[in-house]
């Protein structure tokens, strides 16, 4: 079974990932922190990350309380 992961990314206004480091030449800056499930379509977005990281390690622990998929 894959682990299970909710990765925090941060985003321009645009939405579009901000990759590179802050104040970098060209980037309009960081808007706000893109949380995403890899087992599922969970999303959630936040202007802090400390936010985001309850948020996500609540999600996580939701996937624990589901039974595992039969595999056949």
């Given amino acids: ?8 990314t941060p985003v ?3 939405e579009s990932a901000c990759t590179h480091k802050p104040r970098e030449t060209g980037c309009a800056g960081r808007s706000a922190y893109l949380v995403t499930c890899s087992a599922c379509t969970w ?10 990281a309850d948020a996500r390690d609540r999600h996580l622990r939701s996937h624990l309380t589901q039974p595992a998929p039969v595999s056949a």
């Fill in 1 to 8: 079974m894959a682990r299970i992961t909710a990765t925090i």
């Fill in 12 to 14: 321009h206004a645009d």
């Fill in 43 to 52: 999303t959630d977005t936040s202007t802090t990350q400390a936010e985001l």
